[in-house]
């Protein structure tokens, strides 16, 4: 089978989650393919010779003559794939070896062009937030408000953007019983939305696909929502024996008007992204085949602008909902302790983990 254009991207992704530097031969290599896949054969002029970091990667593109694209582009997918392979036994062999370069289990963090980026990287799940992912993302929120960067970008590696709480989160039983892991999951969920709440940064969601749950309702306290046309929007509260968080009784009622939040946040009405845009819980749509370099191109713009005066604009922005946010996060997770104990909540997450339901 070809590798389709979303292999690629996702190849794209494995290499920054290379845990072993590949070497500069394999590097050129990747170039050489990327560049072949995305612009044909080789179209510059030769560097001189002195400009040796130049002519090593116009060698190494120009030596695939005229390959086909989608050829290019399937070796590149191979090749990225033989190299994750790889770097994961290596690591398994010196248990612990990598462990201080990687931060996240389930994230991937960087920093580049003033934009900290934090991706949701647990694809083979859809992104599905596990207990030690909502701590992850809070440590990273958190690093993230007092680096240098000038914006944070929350996305999500793989198809999904996320499929929300991971539902076997709630297996995971203490010796307290039911009660105590309800207990405790409420103050994490008040954690997590109290950090998304007092972020002083612009923080933008670039949502790369299918949302679901509580990575739809934080987006309510995003201050730019980017997303694909690939994407969509669902909050399945009703059917999995729930009610809202995230802040969304309260934000989406804002941003959408009641009728509208009451089809998403009780009936469970999915949002294409265009109908999401249009009710506006997200600022623009773009075609997926150029979402990514659309939405790069426009971010690290907007990261140039001055540091100070976007934080001091956004601290006036929200100054004046601070409180009531964390009113209605005190509020909706103290509703939902109570809705993880009831029989619709339990029955709704027993049939979705026996695989006798899905959304
Ligand atoms: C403690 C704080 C709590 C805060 C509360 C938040 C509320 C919410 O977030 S409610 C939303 C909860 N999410 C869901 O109900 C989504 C459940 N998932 C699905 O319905 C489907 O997986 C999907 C529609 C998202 C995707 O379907 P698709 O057929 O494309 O892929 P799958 O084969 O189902 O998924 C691959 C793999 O991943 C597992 N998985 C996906 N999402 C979740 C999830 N949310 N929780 C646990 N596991 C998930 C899925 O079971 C598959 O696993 P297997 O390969 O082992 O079958």
């Known amino acids: 089978m070809r590798a389709s254009q979303d292999d690629f991207e996702n190849a794209m992704n494995q290499v920054k989650l290379l845990k072993k530097d590949p070497g500069n031969e394999v590097k ?24 040796f970091i130049n002519k090593a990667k116009w060698d190494a593109w120009n030596a695939l003559g005229s390959l086909p694209k989608e050829t290019a582009r399937q070796n590149y997918v191979d090749l990225v794939s033989s190299l994750s392979s790889s770097s994961e036994s290596s690591s398994q062999g010196k248990p612990g070896a990598d462990r201080e370069q990687q931060e996240y289990e389930n994230l991937v963090v960087t920093s580049e062009d003033g934009i900290t980026k934090i991706m949701f990287n647990r694809p083979t799940r859809k992104n599905a937030i596990s207990t030690q992912m909502y701590q992850e993302i809070m440590l990273a929120l ?5 680096d240098d960067s000038t914006i944070t970008v929350v996305t999500g590696n793989g198809d999904y953007y996320s ?23 409420a103050i994490m969920l008040r954690d997590f939305v109290d950090t998304f709440i007092d972020f002083p940064k612009p923080l933008i969601a670039v949502v790369n696909g299918p949302a679901v749950g509580i990575s739809v309702t934080t987006l309510g306290l995003f201050d730019a929502v980017y997303a694909s046309d690939k994407a969509t929007f669902h909050t399945p509260f009703s059917h999995l ?24 946040l009780i009936f469970g009405k999915k949002l294409t992204a265009r109908e999401a845009c249009a009710q506006g819980l997200v600022t623009e749509v773009f075609p ?15 990261s140039k602008l001055p540091q100070n005066s976007m934080r001091i604009s956004k601290q006036v922005i929200r100054k ?18 109570k809705r993880w104990l009831s029989d619709e909540c339990m029955n709704a997450t027993m049939n979705f983990l026996s695989k006798r339901s899905k959304l």
């Open 28 to 51: 050129l290599k990747l170039y050489a393919l990327y560049k072949q896949a995305t612009e044909g054969p080789c179209n510059m002029p030769k560097p001189g010779v002195f400009d």
């Open 320 to 337: 004046i909902e601070k409180e009531k946010l964390h009113a209605v996060n005190a509020e909706e997770c103290s509703v939902l302790q």
């Open 241 to 264: 024996g729930l009610s809202p968080e995230g802040c969304a009784s309260y934000t989406f009622p804002k941003i959408m008007g009641p009728a509208k939040a009451t089809e998403m």
């Open 288 to 302: 997926d085949s150029t979402f990514q370099k659309e939405v790069w191109t426009r971010l690290k713009a907007y």
């Open 142 to 146: 958190k690093a993230a408000s007092k």
């Open 163 to 185: 499929s929300g709480n991971d539902l076997a989160n709630f297996t995971d039983i203490p010796p307290g019983g039911v009660e105590e892991k309800a207990k405790q999951s």
